[in-house]
């Protein structure tokens, strides 16, 4: 299996013995050694995947990288994390996820309101499996625990991904741009309730619904 490292906080170093690996098209930025890439269509695999992002309208371009040695990946300088799945399933905004494990399964997963309300489409990219992704955040991500006791309530524009047992809903609620007069309508906010994590990063993506 590849080996998912970091270089810094902001350069996915992964070394290959003949492995593969998925990453965002165009994401590499140097590599030694036997490499070759190979264009993926689609942000899912199979049919249901390439049809779900025609109709949403998202753009997931994925390579196939394999070889041997070390490939290193970046996306505009954007924090990296790394993930480790064993078994479980992650839930990613598409433009947040850099690289998986070849072996992993991606594909997507209908999310509504909160997909419409960020105007990223219905869907969310879902990776699974045993192995490591690496996703992507604007400043450093925080992991933030999700437990029967305590349920978390996240900004949309701030979510990056969750995974685990996870159970997501969908509220109304006021940001503290609208409570100084600087919103002009409704936001809506995601209730995740459970046991698991929700990635979050500390700048807000543009949303339509609102000023969230």
């Not at 025609?54 to 997931?60: D, H, K, P, S, V």
Request: charged fraction near 20%; proline fraction near 2%; include cysteine.
């Amino acid at each position: 299996m590849a080996m998912f490292r970091l270089q810094g906080s902001k350069v996915l170093a992964v070394d290959m013995t003949g492995d593969a690996v998925k990453a965002k098209n165009g994401s590499m930025v140097a590599y030694d050694g036997q490499m070759s890439f190979k264009k993926l269509t689609g942000g899912g695999e199979g049919l249901r995947g390439m049809v779900t992002r025609r109709l949403t309208g998202e753009q997931m371009t994925v390579m196939e990288v394999k070889g041997h040695g070390t490939c290193w990946f970046a996306d505009r300088a954007s924090e990296i994390n790394l993930v480790g799945l064993q078994g479980d399933k992650l839930f990613v905004e598409s433009s947040n996820l850099l690289a998986t494990d070849a072996g992993l399964r991606t594909g997507t997963t209908f999310t509504g309101l909160r997909g419409a309300s960020q105007g990223n489409g219905l869907f969310t990219t879902t990776v699974e499996g045993h192995g490591q992704a690496a996703i992507m955040s604007d400043g450093p991500a925080v992991a933030l625990r999700v437990s029967p006791q305590y349920p978390l309530i996240v900004d949309p524009g701030a979510y990056i991904a969750h995974q685990g047992s996870v159970r997501q809903t969908f509220q109304s609620g006021v940001t503290y741009r609208t409570f100084f007069g600087e919103g002009g309508g409704e936001a809506f906010q995601i209730r995740f309730e459970g046991d698991g994590l929700v990635y979050v990063q500390p700048s807000e993506r543009n949303t339509i619904a609102g000023d969230l």
